[in-house]
């Protein structure tokens, strides 16, 4: 019953350190996304997966690498982070697609950059 | 291109009382539309969506929603709010692909 599973759940980064947040699900999912949440600004789309092997750039992919070489992962790679990355990072998964609004959120990644 | 607009960014209101959380959305094309519910320190949650169909469309826990296409709105409501319900809730809107626009967030805080 574990769904999506984010770790780790928080983190303090220093400026220029990097780090990978990693993502699981355990439902069989094609598709993958990485959200970033920051106060009054709702949920923006860094990174989204169609299927092991293939990825693609959302809204805010600056700053960030991703791969995805199973169904079942999906890492988040920050390089350099910066304190504009300080904020609580979501990894979703949908067995057909955001389109159909059936996203499986995670717990949540909370990072602080100082 | 696609985008969702939260009037209220929060709402209090009183247990048992009713209560509208509004959303309205811009797209050039038909979209499908989505609320959200997010509690303290989790993730979010499917609370309702439209796809087609009838305009009015109910969650299992006393939320409903209409499509109201000339108006392009969204709007959610519940006839008498509960403590529990106390959230942050997100209006999303999606066109035929693979992405999701959230709006910015209402947060719900029902006071006894």
């Known amino acids: 019953n574990a769904g999506v599973t984010q770790t780790p759940k928080f983190r303090i980064l220093k400026i220029g350190q990097s780090m990978t947040l990693q993502c699981a699900q355990d439902?069989?999912?094609?598709?993958m996304y990485w959200y970033r949440q920051d106060p009054g600004m709702g949920l923006k789309l860094i990174y989204y997966?169609?299927?092991?092997?293939?990825?693609d750039k959302g809204e805010v992919p600056n700053g960030y690498n991703v791969s995805r070489s199973t169904t079942e992962d999906f890492p988040l790679r920050l390089e350099l982070a910066a304190p504009s990355q300080t904020s609580v990072y979501f990894c979703?998964?949908?067995?057909?697609?955001?389109?159909?609004?059936?996203?499986?959120f995670g717990e949540g990644s909370r990072l602080t950059v100082l | 291109a696609q985008s969702v607009t939260q009037l209220d960014s929060q709402v209090p209101v009183f247990e048992e009382a009713p209560v509208e959380l509004r959303c309205n959305y811009s797209?050039?094309?038909?979209?499908?539309l989505f609320w959200y519910v997010q509690y303290p320190n989790q993730g979010l949650q499917l609370l309702l969506k439209?796809?087609?169909?009838?305009?009015l469309v109910e969650s299992i826990n006393g939320f409903e929603a209409e499509f109201n296409k000339s108006q392009t709105s969204f709007h959610l409501r519940k006839p008498s709010v509960h403590i529990s319900d106390t959230a942050e809730y997100f209006c999303?809107?999606?066109?035929?692909?693979?992405?999701?626009?959230f709006g910015a967030g209402t947060i719900l805080r029902v006071k006894s």
């Open positions: 999303a809107v999606s066109e035929y692909g693979n992405k999701l626009v």
């Open positions: 979703a998964s949908s067995p057909q697609g955001a389109w159909t609004g059936e996203l499986f």
């Open positions: 797209s050039s094309v038909s979209v499908y």
């Open positions: 997966s169609v299927g092991a092997g293939i990825t």
């Open positions: 439902m069989n999912h094609n598709y």
């Open positions: 439209y796809l087609s169909g009838s305009t």
